[in-house]
């Protein structure tokens, strides 16, 4: 599997520094599971789960698709701070600056993002201005223990919806704060349809298939952070993290153009409010 990550091969020694590093600092067996899984030759899913079929897949997992929010350290801290976080969000709006419509294809200006984190080795001036508009939004994000880096604020115009497609890997979950949540707005997981709430979190598995919708007359918009699955351990999510930048490293080296779109809506009032 770590061959797939298109890592260097000073990358690679690396990732040994790293597994050594993780023993020493959290012991012996620690990273056992983990290391089975990166070293297999075969790490697709079950094909007798027909919704959860995400690329890579870490049989050692608990798979299912809805999370309460009590079951993630440190969400009802940040539900506590929702106003806070929804006056930065207006606030950015009336900017005009740095929202991006989706690098996915297809959304048209549908489908718009105000990004916050992301890796720590892809952060522009773009995400640093966005950062300094938002130090609440960000405070709340750091109290999430296992919040894995990226987060932004997800902006789904009036009649517009995101097709059902699955997640990369099991391995993180997605959160989705509701700032400006209209009527007839929801997400489906699996079987199961639920809709955005207003000031509070929908959390669940982006492996199993997933798609949401915006049937109404005005904009949706949510804070969406992806956190780290809760069934690994402090030692998995320490080397996690770092394959992570890694993998960030080489994408961003393949890549001649900025990750994230290049459709700014600069100095444009696309929302519906």
């Not at 990369?168 to 079987?191: E, M, Q, S, Y």
């Not at 915006?214 to 918009?221: A, E, G, L, V």
């Amino acid at each position: 599997m770590l061959s797939s990550l298109g890592l260097t091969t000073e990358q690679l020694s690396q990732v040994e520094q790293l597994f050594t590093l993780s023993t020493q600092r959290f012991g012996q067996s620690s990273l056992d599971r983990l290391k089975q899984a990166l070293f297999s030759q075969d790490l697709s899913p079950p094909q007798d789960n027909r919704w959860q079929q995400p690329k890579i897949f870490f049989p050692f997992l608990k798979s299912k698709p809805w999370y309460e929010s009590k079951e993630i350290d440190g969400v009802q801290t940040l539900i506590s701070m929702a106003n806070a976080i929804q006056g930065e969000l207006e606030d950015a709006l009336m900017l005009k600056k740095n929202y991006e419509c989706s690098d996915k294809t297809g959304y048209n200006g549908q489908w718009n993002i105000f990004y916050l984190s992301r890796s720590p080795l892809l952060v522009d001036e773009r995400i640093k201005f966005n950062q300094q508009s938002c130090p609440s939004t960000l405070e709340g994000l750091k109290r999430l223990p296992r919040f894995a880096g990226t987060a932004w604020f997800s902006a789904l115009n009036p009649h517009s919806s995101i097709p059902a497609h699955f997640g990369d890997t099991n391995l993180k979950l997605n959160l989705h704060l509701g700032l400006i949540v209209p009527d007839d707005c929801a997400l489906r997981v699996a079987d199961e349809s639920k809709a955005f709430l207003h000031h509070d979190c929908l959390i669940f598995a982006d492996s199993f298939e997933h798609e949401a919708w915006n049937n109404s007359d005005t904009t949706r918009i949510t804070l969406f952070a992806d956190i780290w699955h809760p069934d690994l351990t402090d030692a998995e999510v320490f080397v996690l993290s770092q394959l992570q930048g890694m993998y960030d490293v080489a994408i961003q080296q393949q890549r001649t153009q900025d990750i994230g779109g290049k459709h700014f809506l600069d100095n444009e009032k696309w929302w519906v409010l």
